[in-house]
C-alpha cells in the first residue's frame, strides 16, 4: 500500500483524520518528530475516533531514520506535496509502495528539502490562484483517493 509521511505535524485533529484515512485505505502513516502534540492528545482520538489500533502509525526521529527504514522496506517513489510544487497530483501514475510526504500546516515542508528533489517529484493541488492552501487531511485524502483509483481500489471493498 502507500505510505503517508507527515513531516513535524502540527494540528491534532489533521493527524487525527489522517489515522482515520490510514484505518480505511491500509496506508501507513509515518510521522517525523516533533509533534505538535502528544499522541495521546483528546483531540486527536476524537478527529481519529479511536481509529488509530486499526492503523499502522509509526513515529521516527527524523527524515533520515524513515528513509532508512523505508529503503529496506519500501519500494516506491517519494512524492512531496506543496503549494510550490509544479507537477499536477492526477498527472502521476503512482504504485503501491510510494510515499507522500506533506510538511507541517502552518509552514509546509522546507525549501531546502523540497530542493533536493526533483521538481517532477513535487506534487500540487490546483487551487484558485489567491489560494493559500488545503486543509492537511482533505490534501492528503484527495491524493491517496487518485493512488487507489489509479490502482483499482486493489484490497479495498
Not at 74 to 88: D, E, F, I, P
Not at 102 to 109: A, N
Request: net charge negative; charged share 20%.
Amino acid at each position: 500500500m502507500f505510505n503517508i509521511i507527515l513531516y513535524q505535524p502540527e494540528i491534532p485533529p489533521n493527524t487525527g483524520n489522517i489515522i482515520r484515512l490510514c484505518a480505511n485505505t491500509g496506508c501507513h502513516l509515518h510521522l517525523i518528530e516533533p509533534l505538535g502534540f502528544e499522541l495521546d492528545d483528546k483531540k486527536l482520538r476524537r478527529a481519529g475516533l479511536d481509529y488509530h489500533e486499526w492503523a499502522d502509525v509509526q513515529t521516527h526521529a527524523s527524515l533520515p531514520e524513515l528513509y532508512a527504514k523505508l529503503k529496506s522496506t519500501a519500494t516506491g517513489t517519494v512524492y512531496a506535496l506543496s503549494t510550490r510544487g509544479t507537477q499536477n497530483y492526477s498527472d502521476i501514475s503512482y504504485s503501491p509502495g510510494d510515499s507522500l510526504i506533506f510538511g507541517p500546516e502552518t509552514r509546509g515542508l522546507p525549501q531546502d528539502y523540497l530542493d533536493s528533489l526533483a521538481p517532477e517529484k513535487i506534487l500540487r493541488l490546483p487551487m484558485l490562484g489567491n489560494s493559500r492552501s488545503l486543509n492537511l487531511s482533505n490534501a492528503a485524502a484527495v491524493i491517496v483517493y487518485e493512488a487507489l483509483r489509479q490502482n483499482s481500489f486493489a484490497g479495498l471493498g
